[in-house]
């Protein structure tokens, strides 16, 4: 259920106080949200910086947007079993009779949008290429279970200081059911929809390679569907690949790393382990870096009024 506790000021996406009222969701009072309301980009979920009454355990806690809740809880329950290096699997969730919610552990993260703004614009081509790296490795991962990750944007990607994480999973899925067309929907990117399922085709592996690029666009020139000229020439290749309206015509993942990487893929090296010659210290521009030191301060010096928490549901964590 969800409780209203007493005034207290609440730290906003920036990391700046403001007024407001502390608000439980399940056994969490959130703290702070973490995506800038001025962002033009989208988001699929509400996500927020929440602690545990106890003062124990800080999260990131979602809340559903405009899709079915039911379908943003069986997708969050999905997650539980996703693998790879920038996978952020969901660890606790809303008890029976509950508003849907889930978490995860906090880890300072700031979406791609965000770091943008930060920035003061697109990214360098070495954080791109890094960030890239990572995520087709970890889609690679999820593609070797079966799965098809439905929800790769822009604002699904948060930047921390080791490896950029993937969220708002399956938000294709959660949206609309398959044969309904999703363009225009309320919450999702529409250059980061793969135009086969934007019509309502069923999500599948080579539309995520197609989200994939257009996030990479996103990052190396502000836009999700820039002009071939605007992105920088040395990614312009593999970008564009990624974009091809028709699947056939999209690179296989482990070509995206190789492009990425710079260099053919070693034979006894694992596709999982090669982004991290890539994500050394430096990946992230220094204000970036300033940025998440700023928010995790923030975050620690926020007081949780005292004021009594929903008694947990034994269902919240699941291991």
Do not use: K
Request: charged residues 20%; negative net charge.
């Amino acid at each position: 259920m969800h409780a209203t506790g007493g005034a207290a000021d609440v730290v906003d996406a920036g990391g700046q106080a403001r007024p407001g009222r502390s608000r439980y969701v399940g056994p969490y009072v959130l703290i702070t949200g973490l995506d800038d309301s001025r962002s033009r980009i989208p988001v699929p979920e509400r996500r927020y910086v929440a602690r545990s009454a106890d003062g124990e355990h800080t999260v990131l806690l979602s809340l559903p947007g405009t899709g079915d809740p039911q379908r943003f809880l069986a997708e969050a329950e999905a997650s539980r079993y996703l693998l790879g290096p920038s996978a952020a699997p969901a660890t606790a969730f809303s008890g029976p009779g509950e508003p849907a919610w889930y978490a995860r552990p906090y880890q300072p993260a700031l979406p791609l949008p965000t770091v943008l703004a930060v920035h003061g614009g697109p990214l360098p081509e070495r954080t791109v290429r890094a960030l890239g790296a990572a995520l087709a490795e970890t889609l690679t991962v999820v593609h070797g279970q079966g799965l098809t990750f439905a929800g790769v944007s822009p604002a699904a990607v948060l930047c921390a200081a080791d490896v950029p994480r993937l969220t708002c999973f399956g938000a294709v899925r959660a949206a609309a059911p398959d044969g309904t067309p999703r363009s225009g929907l309320p919450g999702l990117e529409t250059g980061s929809l793969p135009p086969e399922q934007a019509s309502g085709g069923r999500p599948r592996p080579l539309g995520d390679v197609y989200a994939l690029g257009a996030t990479l666009a996103y990052a190396a020139t502000g836009h999700t569907t820039p002009e071939r000229d605007e992105i920088p020439a040395g990614i312009r290749t593999v970008i564009a690949r990624c974009l091809s309206r028709d699947p056939g015509d999209r690179p296989q993942l482990i070509e995206v790393v190789d492009e990425l990487m710079g260099d053919p893929v070693p034979d006894e090296a694992g596709a999982e382990s090669r982004s991290a010659a890539l994500l050394t210290p430096g990946w992230l521009p220094g204000r970036v870096i300033a940025a998440l030191a700023h928010q995790a301060a923030a975050v620690l010096a926020a007081e949780i009024p005292a004021v009594s928490a929903p008694a947990a549901h034994p269902s919240h964590s699941r291991n």
